[in-house]
């Protein structure tokens, strides 16, 4: 049974921007923190960014700070990867995952729930 849904992948070129979104259909989204993780082909997953249950504390890895924003609409039961500025090797499929954890970045083995993957893809 799918908990999380991602959407809002796509081919974009680089330098481009895309937002990327994560709805729960079976819980409250604002009980958990929630992480974005990324797998390329042959690589391993990343942990990106990462919104705490509670106080909304966010964290993000190096390589997309500064260029990738999370944040949550609680109204919508959704948390959100602003994605900005986008480059090639940023080309991975995106899952979102949640966990009870009351910090974060969140460890995959670690997450309670995890959404199917939305491709993104920046390409000239």
């Known amino acids: 049974q799918v908990q999380l849904v991602e959407s809002g992948g796509g081919l974009v070129q680089p330098g481009g921007s895309l937002n990327l979104s994560c709805t729960a259909s079976?819980?409250?989204?604002?009980?958990?923190?929630v992480n974005w993780f990324r797998q390329a082909p042959g690589k391993e997953r990343e942990g990106l960014a990462c919104?705490?249950?509670?106080?909304?504390?966010?964290t993000y890895a190096d390589s997309v700070k500064g260029r990738f924003t999370i944040s949550r609409d609680n109204a919508k039961n959704t948390v959100y990867l602003q994605m900005n500025t986008l480059k090639p090797e940023d080309t991975a499929v995106y899952y979102c995952?949640?966990?009870?954890?009351?910090?974060?970045?969140?460890?995959?083995?670690?997450?309670?729930?995890w959404g199917q993957g939305t491709q993104v893809t920046v390409t000239q």
């Open positions: 995952a949640s966990d009870f954890s009351f910090v974060c970045p969140g460890q995959p083995d670690n997450m309670r729930s």
């Open positions: 079976k819980f409250r989204l604002d009980y958990f923190a």
């Open positions: 919104v705490t249950r509670r106080d909304d504390r966010t």
